[in-house]
């Protein structure tokens, strides 16, 4: 459904700029941002997506990925179509990247309007804890995802971003009001492999990371180990930055890829890598090292990094053992950061 956006400001001859994210659009009449649903009309900018879910489902929180935060608890995931970033390799590429123009043609957008209070009834039907905006980015449906957070917050469910990070300063701080969690990529840790990549920069991906924490808000971290573009260098300033900026305790996800849209000349992260990377974790004093899409392996559980105890065991997305008392290893005391009670 179309309705005005939030931060934008009109510039000279009917144009406007939009300031949702670093990208910055500046929009004559009749124009479409980068994200592909937000336009200029009549001199306004207007988001067309509002509402206009485009997919929907009830996914075990550690699909998000977030291993820390209510373990096992269900969660209603939303999405609206667009992205403010246009990764080669997006395996949700058709539903993020929409073609310019298609907000003006496709009724779709106003066929497919649930309003906020519907999502949060069907959460709570469900027996859904939280809702997670998520699939493609929750930064273009920013409007939409604070309407429904706000009423799920009234309703005792938590709600969880999972993003890219790549947004501005203030709308971000409107967002964070209502936010529990978040699950936030750093794709590189080089602006050239950000912009050949994703078309985005690495510093306001940074700031994000840092607000949210600094906020005491609950922070996990994605890297999709993407070869020729994520080297083995970018790798270890990731984890020193985790270590020296945030905290060792902050979980760090490290995800193996497969080619998907404009990256299939890629192949998948060889197996050695994802190990490497994991060590490089570890020998830099990350407590809470992950390996994802990688069918069977020993590293999706968390194990007390003072005895090595399983203190959560996983398969894939489901857990299979928890070994915590009041958030501490059940075996030797130590604190397992982490939020475990609602």
Request: proline share 6%; hydrophobic share 35%; aromatic share 12%.
């Amino acid at each position: 459904m179309r309705v005005e956006a939030k931060w934008w400001k009109k510039l000279d001859d009917g144009k406007v700029e939009c300031y949702l994210c670093p990208v910055s659009c500046k929009l004559k009449e009749g124009s479409v941002g980068s994200c592909g649903v937000r336009a200029n009309v009549g001199g306004k900018l207007y988001t067309f997506t509002y509402g206009s879910l485009i997919s929907a489902a009830i996914d075990p929180v550690e699909k998000k990925p977030l291993f820390h935060f209510l373990p096992g608890h269900r969660t209603l995931t939303i999405a609206t179509p667009g992205c403010n970033l246009h990764c080669k390799g997006c395996q949700n590429w058709e539903i993020s990247q929409v073609p310019k123009g298609e907000v003006f043609k496709n009724r779709f957008y106003d066929e497919t309007f649930v309003p906020p209070e519907v999502i949060v009834e069907k959460a709570i039907e469900h027996g859904c804890e939280s809702i997670s905006y998520s699939y493609s980015d929750p930064t273009i449906f920013a409007e939409y995802m604070i309407d429904v957070a706000r009423l799920a917050k009234e309703k005792g469910l938590k709600n969880i971003m999972v993003t890219a990070g790549y947004i501005n300063p203030e709308p971000l701080e409107e967002i964070d009001k209502y936010m529990d969690a978040y699950s936030i990529d750093l794709k590189f840790f080089d602006d050239k492999a950000y912009r050949e990549y994703s078309k985005g920069r690495l510093e306001p991906v940074l700031e994000t990371i840092k607000y949210a924490f600094n906020k005491g808000k609950w922070v996990e971290l994605t890297t999709l180990l993407v070869p020729k573009y994520l080297t083995e260098e970018q790798i270890k300033k990731i984890a020193e930055w985790i270590g020296s900026e945030l905290a060792p305790w902050v979980p760090w996800h490290l995800s193996r890829f497969f080619p998907h849209y404009k990256a299939l000349d890629l192949p998948p992260t060889p197996v050695e890598d994802l190990m490497k990377a994991y060590k490089i974790g570890k020998d830099a004093g990350l407590e809470y090292v992950f390996v994802g899409n990688l069918f069977g392996n020993d590293y999706e559980s968390t194990y007390c990094p003072k005895c090595g105890n399983v203190v959560i065991g996983r398969q894939g997305y489901y857990i299979t053992e928890i070994n915590l008392e009041d958030g501490k290893c059940k075996n030797c005391g130590y604190e397992i950061k982490g939020i475990w009670k609602k």
